[in-house]
C-alpha cells in the first residue's frame, strides 16, 4: 500500500462552524428582504400579486426550512466525523503505547 491519509482536525470543525456561519448570514439576509417587503405590501393594489406574494414566499420559507435541516445535518456530520477521526487517532497513538 502506498501514499498516506492525511486529516485535519481543526479543518474539519472549522468548515462546521463554516457551514453554520454562513447559513446563518443567509437567514438575516432572508429575514431582512422580508421586512423590506412587508413595507411594501401596503402599495399593492393587486390582491392577485398579494395572493401569488404569499404563495412565494411560503415556498420559500419551506425550502428554507428543508435546506437548514440539510445543512445542520452536513454540520453535525461533519463534527461528528471530525470527533471520530480524533478518537481513532488517539486509540491508534495508545495502541501503540502498550505495544512497547
Same mark, same amino acid.
Given at each position: 500500500? @502506498? !501514499? @498516506?491519509?492525511? +486529516?485535519d482536525h481543526g479543518n474539519l470543525g472549522d468548515l462546521s462552524g463554516n457551514i453554520r456561519r454562513q447559513f446563518n448570514a443567509l437567514e438575516q439576509l432572508a429575514g431582512q428582504l422580508k421586512? #423590506?417587503?412587508? #413595507?411594501?405590501q401596503g402599495n399593492w393594489t393587486s390582491p392577485d =400579486? =398579494? =395572493?401569488? +406574494?404569499?404563495d412565494a414566499q411560503a415556498?420559500? *420559507?419551506a425550502l428554507f426550512g428543508q435546506a437548514r435541516? #440539510?445543512? *445542520? !445535518?452536513? !454540520?453535525r456530520g461533519v463534527q461528528n466525523a471530525s470527533?471520530?477521526?480524533?478518537? @481513532?487517532d488517539r486509540s491508534i497513538g495508545n495502541t501503540f503505547k502498550s505495544t512497547f
Open positions: 500500500m @502506498t !501514499g @498516506t491519509i492525511s +486529516y421586512r #423590506q417587503v412587508h #413595507q411594501l =400579486a =398579494a =395572493a401569488n +406574494y404569499h415556498r420559500w *420559507d435541516e #440539510q445543512l *445542520d !445535518g452536513l !454540520g470527533e471520530r477521526m480524533r478518537e @481513532t
